[in-house]
């Protein structure tokens, strides 16, 4: 996804844009449609970096940047790459908003209603459509979008995320919730139930679904293959280390430091101890035929 420069007139969307979600979407969509109308380019503003982390340092995002750059790829035209830290969060709203219009050719703007900005979150939606119509900047504020009368947010969907719930969760973002990862060494448990085995490297701050097994879908190299993901212990065999281990059906190659993508699409069971490794070797072949069910 190719980064905003200097001297392109656009129309910016305003936002951090963590899980893409359909409200996002609906909002990229509008500023992608008034910028084609008004002969601009369609930029997205998100932050390279975990911004929640500066107000609580244990709280992860639902997409790293390079994961929300390869979603909004297509979307748009540009992304504007900014980094949250202490200096940005001490920035009032106009100083961030001067420097921004300094910085970049925007002719457009869209937000969202409840879009917050600047220090204490002194800017709202009502500053930048009173700082914009004092700069000839057009504005659009985007009104609450919902599914099924809910309101569709990046906090529902960590909710759902953290309750397992991936199928909604999933029906909020628009499609299935994706995580990116290198495949590193394991225990080698495939070996054991002949099933081929991907232990995949997660990065620290990006959230996980709560501990369970869930049917997944994992790209390697562009190829797709269905497969059982465990997230969470390993009880059989006297484990208490959180991983992520995907077993995958129907694959016969070796991906050890690679980057695949996971897809998770349906919960299948929670965590559990079996008294035998034959039979959890039964449960994992079952688990990799969820697609079949």
């Not at 190719?2 to 996002?24: K, M, N, P, Q, W």
């Not at 979150?121 to 119509?133: I, M, N």
Request: net charge negative.
């Amino acid at each position: 996804m190719e980064e905003l420069t200097r001297g392109i007139d656009v129309c910016l969307a305003l936002g951090y844009f963590d899980s893409v979600h359909l409200g996002h979407r609906r909002l990229i969509e509008t500023a992608s449609d008034y910028a084609k109308a008004n002969g601009l380019k369609c930029a997205v503003a998100t932050f390279t970096n975990n911004a929640y982390k500066v107000f609580n340092p244990s709280e992860k995002a639902v997409y790293t940047y390079a994961e929300r750059t390869e979603l909004l790829d297509g979307k748009c035209d540009y992304v504007l790459p900014m980094r949250f830290d202490t200096r940005l969060k001490k920035t009032t709203a106009k100083d961030f908003l001067d420097g921004l219009m300094s910085a970049y050719s925007v002719k457009a703007v869209v937000c969202g209603y409840d879009y917050l900005f600047g220090a204490g979150a002194e800017g709202d939606a009502e500053f930048l459509k009173s700082y914009c119509a004092k700069h000839d900047i057009h504005c659009i504020v985007m009104d609450k979008f919902e599914l099924n009368g809910h309101r569709v947010s990046t906090t529902v969907v960590k909710e759902l995320l953290a309750a397992g719930n991936v199928e909604e969760a999933n029906a909020y973002l628009g499609e299935p919730f994706m995580l990116t990862g290198k495949v590193v060494h394991g225990r080698g448990a495939g070996r054991m139930f002949d099933i081929p085995t991907a232990n995949i490297k997660v990065p620290n701050d990006k959230l996980l679904p709560s501990a369970g097994v869930y049917g997944t879908v994992c790209v390697v190299d562009g190829a797709k293959f269905y497969g059982a993901t465990n997230i969470g212990s390993r009880p059989t065999f006297g484990l208490s280390k959180v991983e992520v281990e995907t077993m995958l059906k129907d694959f016969d190659d070796n991906i050890y430091d690679k980057q695949i993508k996971l897809y998770f699409c349906k919960w299948l069971r929670e965590v559990q101890k079996f008294d035998t490794p034959a039979l959890l070797s039964k449960q994992v072949h079952d688990d990799i035929n969820w697609s079949e069910r």
